[in-house]
């Protein structure tokens, strides 16, 4: 059968009817333990009771009104966020890409009223941050841009991790700074706390914005609220989507009241975003994670699964070659491919999800049994026996 959905993702032959905590039941019964989360999306789980309960009872109340209205579910969540972080004022929308978006409008409107217009900023190579024409050219990659120009002018891509290029590169034209604290496409590539200091410290000395991209690493991950409070820096604007909605399409810009000083009424907007169902499943979300015993946990579980890893890193030499990452996070880069060990663990009803750098990134939701954690040790080493054949 010719699917009539556009061919943009090379899609695995399975279709799952529902799921529950950390296992996904596929049409034909087999279940699945499920390491991928939706891609770092399902912070909670499937079918986590308290966001089932949010959301049921936000459905049948409201579920949109246009943004020319106050909406107190919007206003609450957003409350919860700045109570949390560095930031003062809150934008949601629908995705990490429309994040993208709104952050380099808004660093480059900050400059523009200043009066000292600035263009350039800079990025890093392996980095991701949505595939709209405006993330695409901060990107730079041939596998994002090839075939989309003339694309967005204005950014320039430095070596991931390269203090010596950074300082090189950053001037007093330079706009912002974006990255990831850790690359999630990119292939669970972490900046040491050392670099975010650095970076934090050179942006104040040029009057250059940071951005800090923490779509796939926030929202407790790594096991802080956001990944770049384990360096005791804070950006100017922050990209946040994926776990904040926990499944519901969702996505906030978080920044500073001078980085978003320029941002006044009519500068940006959005049809959905906001919304109250959304935003009622956000203040859940947030309510649960954003607790310390909850983060604590989340590190924990995260250096049990890491030291499961480095078991299986040393007993298939030949498959795995080193763990990457933190917290609930965890990248294993492979010595065989990573689009070989990911078929595999199908085949063990296992879900995982590759990246670049012939990597696998494990991404399961943040209150993963730790029972489930054993059975996908159990079943990643299956996983390599069956491909050592």
């Known amino acids: 059968m010719i699917s009539a959905v556009l061919p943009t993702y090379n899609r695995a032959p399975i279709a799952f009817t529902h799921g529950e905590?950390?296992?996904?039941?596929?049409?034909?019964?087999?279940?699945?333990?499920?390491?991928?989360?939706?891609?770092?999306?399902?912070?909670?789980?499937?079918?986590h009771p308290a966001l089932v309960a949010v959301l049921?009872?936000?459905?049948?109340?409201?579920?949109?009104?246009?943004?020319?209205?106050?909406?107190?579910?919007?206003?609450?969540?957003?409350?919860?966020?700045?109570?949390?972080?560095?930031?003062?004022?809150?934008?949601?929308?629908n995705s990490g890409t429309e994040t993208a978006e709104l952050a380099i409008k808004m660093a480059r409107k900050y400059h523009s009223d200043k009066g000292t217009p600035r263009a350039e900023i800079l990025a890093f190579e392996g980095a991701f941050h949505g595939r709209s024409t405006g993330a695409i050219a901060a990107a730079g990659s041939d596998k994002m841009t090839k075939g989309f120009g003339p694309l967005m002018p204005g950014f320039r891509q430095l070596p991931f991790g390269d203090l010596d290029a950074l300082t090189a590169a950053i001037s007093d034209q330079t706009c912002a700074v974006i990255v990831e604290p850790i690359q999630g496409e990119g292939g669970i590539r972490s900046l040491s706390d050392a670099f975010l200091r650095k970076l934090r410290d050179l942006c104040d000395q040029h009057g250059a914005l940071l951005i800090f991209d923490e779509v796939q690493c926030?929202?407790?991950?790594?096991?802080?609220?956001?990944?770049?409070?384990?360096?005791?820096?804070?950006?100017?604007?922050?990209?946040?989507?994926?776990?904040i909605g926990g499944g519901f399409p969702l996505g906030a810009v978080l920044a500073t009241e001078n980085a978003a000083s320029g941002m006044v009424a009519g500068t940006h907007g959005s049809t959905y975003g906001g919304n109250p169902l959304g935003c009622a499943v956000g203040a859940k979300v947030m309510q649960i994670v954003a607790d310390d015993a909850f983060l604590a946990d989340v590190s924990r579980k995260g250096a049990q699964f890491a030291q499961g890893l480095e078991g299986l890193v040393a007993a298939h030499p030949t498959v795995f070659e080193a763990v990457r990452g933190q917290g609930l996070m965890l990248g294993l880069k492979c010595k065989a491919t990573n689009t070989d060990v990911v078929k595999a663990a199908y085949g063990q009803h296992l879900l995982t999800v590759a990246a670049a750098d012939n990597v696998i990134r494990l991404l399961p939701a943040l209150n993963i049994p730790e029972a489930d954690i054993a059975e996908a040790l159990a079943r990643l080493d299956a996983t390599a026996r069956a491909l050592e054949g």
């Open 21 to 47: 905590g950390s296992w996904l039941t596929a049409e034909d019964g087999t279940r699945y333990l499920d390491l991928g989360g939706g891609i770092a999306v399902n912070v909670l789980g499937h079918a």
């Open 56 to 93: 049921t009872e936000q459905a049948g109340k409201l579920w949109h009104v246009s943004n020319v209205y106050r909406i107190p579910e919007q206003e609450r969540l957003a409350e919860l966020l700045v109570d949390k972080t560095f930031a003062d004022t809150v934008f949601f929308t």
């Open 218 to 243: 926030g929202v407790g991950r790594t096991g802080k609220l956001f990944a770049h409070e384990w360096a005791g820096v804070a950006p100017d604007i922050m990209m946040v989507a994926k776990g």
